[in-house]
């Protein structure tokens, strides 16, 4: 879970919907396991590993394209749409 964690100095509202985020200009999408929402109202995807797991090369090569200029965007179950410029 994400209770406790801390995003820039603030406490984040946390979210345990999985979530397919997509980025322009790759091919496929990510999915997030939960999500964070900060302070500005934009979310931070967050990966649960457990054990040794670690991402994959797709889902580092993904997470490194995100940025505040190039936000992932992906689609709640209440219909709304957010923008991830974190993972």
Request: some cysteine; glycine content about 10%.
């Amino acid at each position: 879970t994400c209770n406790g964690r801390q995003l820039d100095g603030y406490p984040a509202l946390c979210s345990p919907q999985q979530v397919l985020a997509q980025l322009d200009g790759v091919e496929n999408g990510r999915f997030y396991d939960g999500l964070a929402r900060k302070a500005d109202g934009s979310y931070e995807g967050i990966e649960v590993k457990s054990g040794n797991a670690t991402r994959t090369t797709n889902q580092l090569a993904f997470d490194q394209r995100v940025s505040l200029d190039h936000p992932a965007t992906a689609t709640l179950r209440t219909g709304e749409t957010i923008t991830c410029p974190e993972a």
